[in-house]
C-alpha cells in the first residue's frame, strides 16, 4: 500500500518570505512524488517530480523540493514567496513498482500575505 | 507540452438525468485515464482506472453502474453520472498518462456537476 501525508492542512506565509509546504509518503517500493498545485474550480497544475536522480528536483514557478530517501519526504519549497502562490499543493506518490495509481495527500493550503 | 481538455467545465442538472463528461488529451496518446472525485476542500478520490479499449477498473465503493466510464480510443475517455442525485454533486477530475510515461500524469481542468 502506499500513502502521502501532508501534516499542515494550511501555511501562512508572509510575501517575500521562504515558503515550505511539507509531504511525507509511504511506498513498498521505490516512488515517483509529484506536486500539484490547484486553483479555485480548476484542474491539477503539474509543479514538479522526482523519478530518479538529483534529489533537487527544480519545477515551474521557481518552486523545488528536495526527495530525502531516508526521512521518506518531499518537502516543496519557495525562496520568495509571492502572494499569487495562494493556493491549494498536493503531493502525491506512486509506487514504480506497483502499477499505475496516483496516492495524493491531503492538500495543504498556502496562504501568502502581502 | 501534455494538455487534456476536459468539458464541460460547469454543469447543473435535474434528479434522474444523466450527464456526460469527456477528457481529450491534446498531443499524446492517453493510455490509460484516471477518473477522481474531490469534495469540498477534500483531496482526489480516485474513482476508476481505464485503459483504451478495455473495461475500467473501479476503486471499492464507487458504482460501475451509476457512474459509466467509456475509454475507446486512445484521445478520449467519458464519464457518465446516470440517474444523477443530489449527492452526486461535486467536483470531477480526469487524469491522462501515455505508455511511456513521457509527460508523467496530466490533469483535466475540471467538471462542477451539481444536481437539483
Known amino acids: 500500500a502506499q500513502s502521502v501525508a501532508q501534516p499542515e492542512d494550511q501555511v501562512n506565509v508572509a510575501e517575500g518570505n521562504p515558503l515550505t509546504v511539507k509531504c511525507t509518503y509511504s511506498?513498498?517500493?521505490?516512488?515517483?512524488l509529484f506536486w500539484y498545485v490547484q486553483y479555485p474550480n480548476r484542474g491539477l497544475q503539474f509543479l514538479l517530480k522526482y523519478i530518479t536522480g538529483d534529489n533537487l528536483v527544480k519545477g515551474s514557478y521557481g518552486f523545488e523540493a528536495e526527495f530525502n530517501k531516508s526521512q521518506t519526504s518531499f518537502h516543496l519549497k519557495k525562496p520568495s514567496a509571492l502572494v499569487s502562490d495562494s493556493a491549494l499543493y498536493f503531493c502525491?506518490?506512486?509506487?514504480?513498482?506497483?502499477?499505475?495509481?496516483?496516492?495524493f495527500g491531503g492538500g495543504t493550503r498556502l496562504m501568502v500575505k502581502p | 507540452g501534455a494538455v487534456v481538455s476536459q468539458h464541460p467545465s460547469r454543469v447543473i442538472c435535474k434528479s434522474g438525468t444523466s450527464v456526460k463528461i469527456e477528457c481529450r488529451s491534446l498531443?499524446?496518446?492517453?493510455?490509460?485515464m484516471f477518473w477522481y472525485r474531490q469534495f469540498p476542500k477534500q483531496s482526489l478520490m480516485l474513482m476508476a482506472t481505464s485503459n483504451e479499449g478495455s473495461k475500467a477498473t473501479y476503486e471499492q465503493g464507487v458504482e460501475k453502474d451509476k457512474f459509466l466510464i467509456n475509454h475507446a480510443s486512445l484521445t478520449l475517455s467519458t464519464l457518465t453520472v446516470t440517474s444523477a442525485h443530489p449527492e452526486d454533486s461535486s467536483f470531477y477530475i480526469c487524469?491522462?498518462?501515455?505508455?511511456?510515461?513521457?509527460?508523467?500524469?496530466?490533469f483535466g481542468s475540471g467538471t462542477r456537476l451539481t444536481v437539483v
Open positions: 511506498v513498498s517500493g521505490n516512488p515517483y
Open positions: 487524469s491522462a498518462r501515455d505508455r511511456q510515461f513521457l509527460y508523467g500524469y496530466t
Open positions: 498531443d499524446f496518446q492517453a493510455t490509460t
Open positions: 502525491a506518490v506512486r509506487d514504480r513498482d506497483a502499477g499505475n495509481m496516483l496516492t
